[in-house]
């Protein structure tokens, strides 16, 4: 990573990607967002189940982002370890 920062970075994500994050985003943001970046497979979660898929496009990327969504404080949050998540249930 640059001496930039990772926020930084992700700004210039978004903003390659059209994706306006003033407000905050949610599944259309990520659906815009995904169809830019197609190399990254996001996946949102809205339970701690497999089952449980939100948001998944179609990709055949092998790097993936899983989110967690909290409806009580409607934010996203991101698994670095999808297997230790589905395991703590």
Known sequence: MSGRGLN???????????????????LEEFRQFQEYHSYFKIIVFNGLSL??????????????FY??????SEHYNLI??????????
């Open 8 to 26: 930084q970075n992700v700004e210039d994500l978004l903003k390659a990607s059209g994706v306006d994050s003033t407000n905050g985003g949610g």
């Open 51 to 64: 089952d449980r898929v939100m948001f998944s496009r179609n990709s055949i990327s092998d790097k993936k």
């Open 67 to 72: 989110l967690l969504y909290d409806f009580e």
């Open 80 to 89: 670095t370890n999808i297997k230790a998540v589905m395991a703590k249930r």
